[in-house]
């Protein structure tokens, strides 16, 4: 479980190193967007697209070029106003716009999500000193160019107050300098140290949480619901802190004192790690409920329905990590809709070579589930008998009484009439004595009425079903019928009882003076009339 479990992790963080700049899907709840249009001239600066407007600009703003930064305002002030202009919104996008920029929509004519402005985006929103301030691109269409996407002149005409309460804010921090000096990777040092203080504080939030959770939830687990395997020391498993601390952090990177490019490499990891912990705690919950069906099964079954269970949880975890990497690939962008088709068309195929072995796990399935046999039931399958030893998920073992084994297809048995031997509660007492021609009625009456009180005294013998008759006169006998069920705990202990019933029924046909029959012919000969004549 922990290899599985580090393995998803590696892999899904590896997913996100790679996916971080793949292209991103349209907002939440935003119309379907046209496809874009092919034959569209291609701007140099990337401003055919929100997105493209979006990253642009920051990308030229945080190297300091105002001059190409301005080039994505809608604005009529002069270059050096536009430049300074350019430089107030980088400074308001980087300190509070939300990080989602993966979210922003990448086709030439946008979201249209308001259908009463549809050449409008909104990028997002910001917090200002008279409320919430939304940030909005604007279509705009100018003489022989193609339309491009500019941030609109009525948010810029509202960012200078808002860059100002940003400057007020930053002032009133008290940190040294040195350390919005300094960088890491490109990284102020301020900033790696809010995001180590933040990530700390949340880990330390669970711990308290896990500690304090400990001492609550396993009394209440054993006295209300039995639940005696619950640990006194770690009721919330890794994925559910990991889960826990991504869903305080997406709230936490949004408010942080940090730059929009840590903000959103930071919303991206959180997203990840919210992916994954949730893919993680389903393989646990599926490790949980195999071991409380394990712990439910019969012995007799335990073998062969571990293995089916076993191989179900397997599907179940594949399962749950191919949703999650759909679900990441849908995050950033990626249509995971071919991947699927192709995964359906090989499915199908492989569905259609594995026909018999499929129908063969699903018959074992049924045999497990329904409880038809069990190892050990003494069973009459087709023209094989014996004792079952295995039931596997494509075939069951017999063991046969000459110590052979015969392997059945599971497919097989589910067609095929199944009798359980061992599953008898009562065993058929049915010989038939065959009496000399030489007995008498008397001697026949005798032995009726000598073998009917034979069974009445027996405990081991039902009662209610014993029944002897005198059936037929048969080729070279008189034929009784005898017909009981006996109570035995098993066929060796029938053979036991049949076996002195049969010495006592002698008993009884001796004492009416006849005897059992054997094949015999009697030969008539008839004497020549003529002979005695002469």
Known sequence: ??????????????????????????????????????????????RTTPRGTVLGFLASARKGDEALARQYLDTRLPDAAAETLAHQLFAVLDARLPPRLTLLNDTPVGSRANPLAPEEEVVGSVSGPEGPLDIVLERVTRAKAAPLWLFSAATLDAIPQVYDDVRQQRARMVVPRFLFKWRIASVRVFEWLVVLIALTGLYLTTVVLNVALSRIVPPIGRRLFRMPAISDHDVLPMPARILIITILSRWAFENLPVSLLVRQHLANLASLLLIVSIGWLLILVNGGIERRLIARIPRATMGAAVSLLRVGRRVADVLVVFLAVIVTLRRYGVNPAPVLAGLGVGGLAIALAAQKTLENVIAGASLIFDQALRVGDYVRVGSSEGAVEHIGLRSTRIRTPDRSVVSIPNGQ??????????????????????????????????????????????????????????????????????????????????????????????????????????????????????????
Request: charged share 20%; proline share 7%.
């Open 1 to 46: 479980m922990r290899c599985v479990s580090r393995r998803l992790l590696a892999g899904a963080i590896l997913l996100w190193t790679l996916a971080l700049p793949v292209t991103a899907q349209t907002l939440p709840g935003a119309a379907p967007a046209p496809a874009p249009d092919a034959a569209a001239p291609v701007d140099p600066l990337g």
């Open 413 to 534: 048995i589910a067609n095929m009439s199944l009798e359980v031997l061992s599953e008898r509660d009562r065993f058929w007492f049915h010989p038939t004595i065959g009496l000399r021609y030489e007995t008498t009625p008397e001697q026949l009456r005798a032995v009726l009425e000598g073998v009917r009180r034979l069974l009445a005294v027996e405990a081991f013998v039902d009662g209610t079903s014993i029944r002897v008759r005198f059936l037929r006169m048969g080729a070279f006998s008189l034929d009784v019928e005898v017909f009981a069920y006996l109570y035995a705990r098993d066929w060796a202990h029938f053979l036991e009882l049949q076996e002195g019933l049969l010495f006592r029924v002698m008993d009884v046909v001796s004492t009416a003076g006849t005897a059992v029959a054997f094949p015999s012919q009697t030969m008539y000969v008839v004497g020549n009339p003529n002979a005695e004549s002469a």
